[in-house]
């Protein structure tokens, strides 16, 4: 795992639970485009492993499983509502729950890897592993925010090039 990998990760979860935090509108955009540019980079990363063990693969599907479900539960606890006709929606202090045990049980899985002498397939599956909790999350939130009855928010970058 290198060290760009770890502060990018570091710097998109700091970034995102602020923003969250806060409240901020929501658009189809935020739940779909982060995942997706991480999911890219983080097939890339693995795809630099040559000759993964069995140990590695397992380990690295049981992030991903273990991400998700921290993503949907996760999405559970965000808050979603209408603000301004528009759907909005917010971390709660449960959702840094959430993200802190998530965060623990990657460590985890990382320390086993470690300690079973794998190879680097589990360390270059982070931000694969940041995508994949982001699409449980989205998973849960998108349904919940439809069920709301109102529109999704406007990205400013679409509105102001549309003239709206």
Same mark, same amino acid.
């Given at each position: 795992?290198?060290?760009?990998?770890?502060?990018?990760?570091?710097?998109?979860?700091?970034?995102?639970?602020?923003?969250?935090?806060?409240? /901020?509108?929501?658009?189809?955009?935020?739940?779909?485009?982060?995942?997706?540019?991480?999911?890219?980079?983080?097939?890339?990363?693995?795809?630099?492993?040559?000759?993964?063990?069995?140990?590695?693969?397992?380990?690295?599907?049981?992030?991903?499983?273990?991400?998700?479900?921290?993503?949907?539960?996760?999405?559970?606890?965000?808050?979603?509502?209408?603000?301004?006709?528009?759907?909005? !929606?917010?971390?709660?202090?449960?959702?840094?729950?959430?993200?802190?045990?998530?965060?623990?049980a990657r460590i985890?899985?990382?320390?086993? /890897?470690?300690?079973?002498?794998?190879?680097?397939?589990?360390?270059?599956?982070?931000?694969?592993?940041l995508a994949v909790?982001?699409?449980? /999350?989205?998973?849960?939130? !998108?349904?919940?925010?439809?069920?709301?009855g109102a529109p999704?928010?406007?990205?400013?970058?679409?509105?102001?090039?549309?003239?709206?």
């Open positions: 795992m290198s060290v760009i990998q770890i502060l990018l990760a570091i710097v998109v979860i700091v970034l995102v639970i602020g923003k969250r935090l806060a409240g /901020e509108p929501l658009t189809t955009k935020r739940l779909v485009v982060l995942p997706v540019v991480l999911a890219a980079i983080g097939i890339s990363g693995l795809s630099k492993v040559t000759h993964p063990s069995p140990t590695d693969v397992a380990l690295v599907a049981l992030s991903l499983v273990v991400g998700l479900g921290f993503g949907l539960l996760r999405g559970r606890s965000v808050e979603v509502a209408v603000r301004d006709g528009y759907l909005w !929606y917010r971390y709660r202090w449960a959702t840094i729950g959430w993200w802190v045990s998530a965060i623990v985890g899985l990382t320390v086993v /890897e470690r300690a079973d002498h794998a190879g680097h397939l589990m360390s270059n599956s982070l931000l694969l592993g909790t982001f699409l449980g /999350e989205a998973a849960v939130v !998108y349904p919940r925010a439809r069920a709301l999704f928010a406007v990205d400013n970058k679409r509105a102001a090039r549309s003239g709206h």
